[in-house]
Nanobody, 125 residues
Framework: QVQLVESGGGLVQAGGSPRLSCAASGRTISTSSMVWFRQAPGKEREFVAAITWNGDRTDYTNSVKGRFTISRDFAKDTVYLQMNSLKPEDTAIYYC??????????????????WGQGTQVTVSA
């Protein structure tokens, strides 16, 4: 089993640049592809960014391309989401998830095996 814990959320002004972290415990995520999703109030959970097990490929939803960067630190067994130039529409609960397949980085929620509890990001105008 993999336990994932997100951190780094909070109240941020528009234009801010927080970094979210997703730390793993239990089983390592070093051979898992990883993803960030987000869910805004009253909306479906949506794909944000994904990274393969070795970081050789990443994928981003169009609305965050050029502003967000997903990365991973193998030594810390942690995945990050650097968020720059935040907008009020980025307000959501951000979740990380792990896919035991190391290569595929699908955008479907159903493809991911383990989920964190989420961290709230609120962007004020």
């Amino acid at each position: 089993q993999v336990q994932l814990v997100e951190s780094g959320g909070g109240l941020v002004q528009a234009g801010g640049s927080p970094r979210l972290s997703c730390a793993a415990s239990g089983r390592t995520i070093s051979t898992s592809s990883m993803v960030w999703f987000r869910q805004a109030p009253g909306k479906e959970r949506e794909f944000v960014a994904a990274i393969t097990w070795n970081g050789d490929r990443t994928d981003y939803t169009n609305s965050v391309k050029g502003r967000f960067t997903i990365s991973r630190d193998f030594a810390k067994d942690t995945v990050y989401l650097q968020m720059n130039s935040l907008k009020p529409e980025d307000t959501a609960i951000y979740y990380c998830a792990a896919n035991l397949d190391p290569i595929r980085i699908p955008r479907s929620r159903a493809a991911y095996d383990y989920w964190g509890q989420g961290t709230q990001v609120t962007v004020s105008a």
